[in-house]
């Protein structure tokens, strides 16, 4: 199985902050990595896909980037309802997807 | 609007069985790759497993955590998926989603989760 590592797993910022999240794999996986945001309660949402692309309705302060095993998730500016948790995965191998353990963005 | 809808969840003992179901609106499911995925619960970072899938084609696939125990179908009308899971053990205990795959084998429309917690 490829392993997914997100750092940190907890990570302090305040509205208006230039925030970026980092996920490796174990393995190369070209650019097969997504980035979902999670809010308690409730459903992951696919912010990200295939590295750098924005999920629709998704606001344009999220970016994406990476290749091969490094990949980081960046939020150009803070606002209230981005304090959630962020994970990553990678979808090179189908249907045996897997997750990071995830990044809680707290205040 | 696509909108997806689990239900079933529940209080199992180990050793037994549920059966969950997922509602699918504003699309047709045999026309996507779909998948059960599990959170664990409880404090902390949660984290997020693929427990099976089931192809356009029909095929389905599981992990070796749930093989065996689990089993994936889909209705031939296009609106309901199910997870029929036996052999409960208190490390299934999770929130299940249902989710579909997008471009890229991302998970573009989750369902809001359905709590199963296996105990005695």
């Known amino acids: 199985d490829i392993q997914m590592t997100q750092s940190p797993s907890s990570l302090s910022a305040s509205v208006g902050d230039r925030v970026t999240f980092t996920c490796r794999a174990s393995?190369?996986?070209?650019?097969?990595l997504n980035w979902y945001q999670q809010r308690p309660g409730k459903a992951p949402k696919l912010l990200i896909y295939d590295t750098s692309n924005l999920q629709s309705g998704v606001p344009s302060r999220f970016s994406g980037s990476g290749i091969g095993t490094d990949f980081t998730l960046a939020i150009s500016s803070v606002v209230p309802e981005d304090f959630a948790t962020y994970y990553c995965q990678q979808t090179y191998s189908m249907p045996g997807n897997t997750f990071g353990q995830g990044t809680k963005l707290v205040i | 609007e696509v909108q997806l809808v689990e239900s079933g969840g529940g209080l199992v003992q180990p050793g037994g069985s549920l059966r969950l179901s997922c509602a699918a609106s504003?699309?047709?499911?045999?026309?996507?790759?779909m998948q059960w995925v599990r959170q664990t619960t409880g404090k902390g970072l949660k984290g997020l497993e693929w427990?099976?899938?089931?192809?356009?084609?029909?095929?389905?696939y599981y992990p070796a955590s749930v093989k065996g125990r689990f089993t994936m179908s889909r209705e031939d009308d296009g609106r309901s998926l199910y997870l029929q899971m036996n052999s409960l053990r208190a490390g299934d205990t999770a929130v299940y989603f249902c989710a579909r795959v997008g471009r890229y084998g991302a998970y573009d429309y989750w369902g809001q989760g359905t709590l199963v917690t296996v105990s005695s």
């Open positions: 393995h190369n996986i070209n650019n097969h």
């Open positions: 427990v099976s899938a089931i192809g356009t084609d029909g095929d389905t």
């Open positions: 504003g699309f047709t499911l045999s026309n996507y790759d």
